[in-house]
């Protein structure tokens, strides 16, 4: 792992410099596909062997459903600002492979 990944305070100002990217790119991607950011939310899950991991959780309605997507930032394989890029772009093809209208009033989120 290079330094520029690794923070000293583990996943805390990663996390915290990911979610500042990680926010504005995919409120940028919700005003250009029509979408509506609800959140956008970091915690701790549980891990392999008691290690440290991170998921991030983006909640954006779209195409008139509610869709949950959920992906792991830390460890880091990337730096923070990057993998908030990534992650959005992995946001924006599951909304527009995935995501259906739905028929009727069906209010189950899409889990993407």
């Known amino acids: 792992m ?3 990944l690794v923070d000293p305070d583990g996943p805390r100002e990663y996390t915290d410099v990911f979610l500042r990217s990680a ?10 596909r029509g979408a509506g950011l609800e959140s956008l939310t970091c915690e701790v899950v549980p891990g392999a062997a ?3 991991v ?7 309605h ?5 869709c949950v997507f959920r992906r792991g930032v830390w460890p880091p394989s990337h730096p923070a600002a ?9 946001l924006e093809e599951g909304l527009l492979t995935r995501v259906h209208p739905g028929l ?3 209010a189950t989120p899409v889990d993407l």
């Open 54 to 60: 991170v998921a991030a959780t983006s909640v954006v």
């Open 82 to 90: 990057t993998r908030a890029a990534i992650y959005a772009s992995a």
């Open 2 to 4: 290079t330094e520029d």
């Open 104 to 106: 009727g009033d069906d």
């Open 50 to 52: 008691g290690d440290v």
């Open 62 to 66: 779209f195409r008139g459903r509610r």
């Open 23 to 32: 926010r504005r790119a995919v409120q940028d991607l919700c005003e250009r």
